[in-house]
């Protein structure tokens, strides 16, 4: 008989189950069927042990009814026992549930939950290959003889509706084999083969320093241009060739199409991709290819990072401050800390990189904790774009048809159109109006649910919640005085599509926003024909701003980030100097000479002259004045705790309770700050409240954390999310 300790599909409950099996030995890592509280579900096994006692004997020792496993639910473990290690590392470091990080590392038709039994499974399909035995040919039709000389000069030919008949034919007169294959679900491009670029010597010694150097972690920095991938491609084929394999990270669905063909021309079809916008059938193929052994490497976003590779050598992050590298919903992890972890299991090297840094990575880099090169050329020494500050207050800058579209502006843009080259406009919200207010009493629209305010879509003609994604009726009455007559204002995408349209009507335009993507199913259509020269203007959110590639855009223009600057988070000033300098990076990338526009309220901001210069340095030595200031970042570590409850008054009562614990708990150990409402005061029937916690060590307060925090995380009607390393507070 076998003990088997089973985490079940409730993620609340973090500890694993005992149950007992008397059939063959059974793995670690597989799932199954039991019976749980009178209701059957699935679990995971964690831990498998052998004894010799009884069942009676068993439930005895342990003061409970052992229970039987009802069923296995897999042939063998859908994770090797690194990737187990990992999350249990994951769930530690985290402070999460184990079942909640396993659910992050699978895709949806393995997980461990009921769902998952009637997820999509594996697809078969018919290959039909010459049966060399055969010799009568004399006896076949000429339709017949046609699919027969195919088939043999392929070697093989998949069975369609169409073929279907004249295979049989051929089928019961001896002349094919058939046989059935796996179906692999998701289509790539057949990208041409190319030869490696020749690296200029920059790019050698950058090669040269990341290979030779010890540390595991490693920063590139490289400006807009310099040619930061084919570095990636380079050290992947040194990689390869010791017979390891890579993880390629990008911090946005949008660039996963342009980063696979890199590497797909470089390296051929043993290549898999990996992000939430496959169909969970197209996923449950590509992790059963790479589970296999038959992938090299792996593209994809975040969740990439727990691809079932078994030698991994090299993993990259590129565009490493992107803040889609953390993951914004429970496990609250972060994909460089994950891969650090991995590292370590492999030997591996870690390299991340970025145009602009975030300020944590280059902190590191400069105590050298992690290694560093400085990439400061264009690759084909072609200048930095020109940038003009536009200050739109100033009401003479701005045009009659639209007061977010500056002179200056419309100008440049109709010097890009007649010359038969691109623009691409920057606008960071997506939608119509970013603001709905009633015109008699002056309430603004806002999500029932969230409790923060709707943005208007045209296209659609609803309100949109951005946090939660609901919807509702324009035409909806005012909630405190039933008036239907409404004020529409802000600036976003579908507006500036509308607004430029009408000041160009003979440019061709496209808009990518989130809203696009959904209907697209990806982005990659969007950018594929702005690339093909389709469009004259390409209009989105900060997915146009970082990664692309474009040889005939000459303008970039970034509008309305203001609004970034006032936001209360201590990343606001970082996030709002790297999307604009990675937006101005679009520009004059090959031959042409680049311009930029940034139009804003505050030209004075030191975040606006630093992205002006395109000056990393020179920002990063203000800003780090700032964190050390505001005891942030990098100098002190965070960490949040945000707790939900139905009742208002319960949470803050509780939450009140919980910091007066963790105040004696910690000490001098960690500052205790809150509670406040979060950004979303409410999420769906329930409160939120948060508490900040601010410290140095975290080993040294994790236990103190951990003890306080445990009778809090039991109550059922109670949620207690932890936030290690929080993006934003």
Do not use: W
């Amino acid at each position: 008989m076998q003990l088997i300790e089973v985490f079940t599909q409730y993620s609340k409950l973090n500890r694993p189950f005992t149950y007992y099996y008397d059939g063959d030995d059974l793995e670690v890592g597989v799932r199954v069927l039991i019976d749980f509280n009178n209701r059957e579900i699935v679990g995971y096994v964690a831990a498998v042990k052998s004894t010799k006692e009884t069942i009676e004997t068993a439930s005895k020792r342990l003061g409970f009814e052992l229970a039987k496993i009802t069923k296995i639910l897999d042939e063998k473990p859908l994770l090797t026992n690194e990737l187990m290690e990992l999350s249990e590392n994951v769930t530690s470091y985290y402070l999460t549930n184990r079942i909640s990080v396993l659910n992050a590392m699978l895709p949806p038709s393995l997980r461990p939950s009921k769902g998952s039994l009637s997820a999509p499974k594996i697809a078969m399909q018919k290959k039909v290959s010459f049966k060399p035995e055969f010799t009568d040919f004399d006896k076949l039709t000429d339709k017949q003889s046609s699919l027969l000389s195919e088939i043999m000069t392929h070697g093989s030919v998949l069975q369609t509706s169409k073929n279907r008949t004249q295979i049989m034919q051929l089928l019961n007169k001896g002349a094919v084999i058939v046989e059935e294959i796996e179906k692999y679900r998701l289509r790539y491009e057949d990208y041409p083969r190319e030869d490696p670029h020749e690296l200029t010597n920059l790019q050698k010694e950058a090669v040269k320093s990341i290979l030779e150097d010890y540390k595991e972690t490693f920063l590139l920095h490289g400006i807009t241009g310099s040619g930061k991938t084919e570095i990636y491609l380079a050290l992947a084929a040194h990689y390869l060739a010791q017979n390891k394999q890579v993880i390629m990270l990008v911090p946005e669905i949008a660039l996963t199409g342009t980063m696979l063909a890199n590497f797909y021309r470089r390296f051929g079809k043993k290549i898999a991709i990996l992000h939430s916008e496959l169909t969970p059938a197209e996923k449950y193929d590509e992790y059963r290819r790479i589970s296999a052994g038959e992938v090299d490497i792996v593209v994809g976003a975040r969740s990439a990072i727990f691809a079932p590779l078994q030698n991994i050598g090299l993993i990259i992050l590129d565009e490493e401050h992107a803040e889609t590298y953390k993951q914004d919903v429970a496990p609250f992890y972060h994909a460089l800390t994950v891969a650090q972890m991995r590292a370590k299991s492999f030997n591996a090297k870690v390299l991340v990189g970025s145009a602009t840094p975030s300020i944590e990575t280059m902190a590191r880099a400069r105590k050298e904790v992690y290694g560093y090169y400085y990439l400061g050329e264009r690759i084909n020494l072609q200048p930095l774009p020109e940038t003009t500050v536009v200050n739109m207050l100033d009401y003479k800058n701005v045009t009659t048809t639209s007061p977010y579209i500056s002179k200056l502006l419309a100008t440049e843009i109709r010097k890009a159109i007649d010359a038969k080259t691109q623009v691409i406009l920057l606008v960071n919200r997506r939608g119509y109006a970013t603001f709905v207010s009633c015109r008699e009493c002056g309430e603004s629209k806002k999500c029932p649910a969230c409790a923060i305010s709707l943005t208007y879509h045209k296209v659609g003609n609803n309100l949109k919640c951005h946090h939660c994604g609901l919807s509702f009726p324009k035409n909806d009455p005012c909630i405190k005085c039933g008036s239907t007559n409404f004020s529409y204002t802000g600036f976003a995408t579908q507006k500036a599509e509308e607004d430029i349209q009408k000041m160009f009507p003979d440019a061709r335009i496209l808009r990518l926003d989130s809203d696009v993507s959904r209907k697209d199913k990806t982005p990659q259509v969007v950018l594929n024909k702005f690339m093909n020269h389709e469009a004259d203007i390409l209009i989105g959110t900060q997915m146009v701003s970082k990664g692309h590639d474009f040889p005939l855009v000459s303008l970039v223009a970034v509008i309305g980030t203001d609004a970034n600057l006032s936001i209360p988070s201590f990343r606001s000033s970082e996030r709002t100097f790297q999307l604009i300098t990675q937006a101005i990076g679009r520009s004059g990338r090959e031959k042409i000479k680049g311009k930029a526009i940034i139009q804003t309220m505050m030209p004075e901001h030191y975040v606006i002259q630093h992205a002006k210069q395109q000056d990393y340095f020179g920002f990063y030595e203000v800003e780090i004045r700032h964190r050390y200031l505001t005891s942030n970042p990098p100098f002190y570590f965070l960490l949040s705790i945000t707790m939900s409850h139905q009742n208002e008054r319960t949470v803050k009562d509780t939450i009140l309770t919980l910091k007066l614990n963790l105040i004696k708990a910690l000490g001098e150990d960690a500052t205790v700050i809150g509670p406040t409402a979060t950004f979303y005061p409410a999420s769906g029937k329930t409160f939120n409240e948060t508490l900040i916690v601010r410290y140095k060590n975290y080993f040294k307060i994790k236990p103190a954390l951990l003890t306080t925090l445990s009778p809090f995380r039991e109550q059922s009607s109670l949620y207690v999310h932890i936030n290690v390393d929080p993006y934003d507070v």
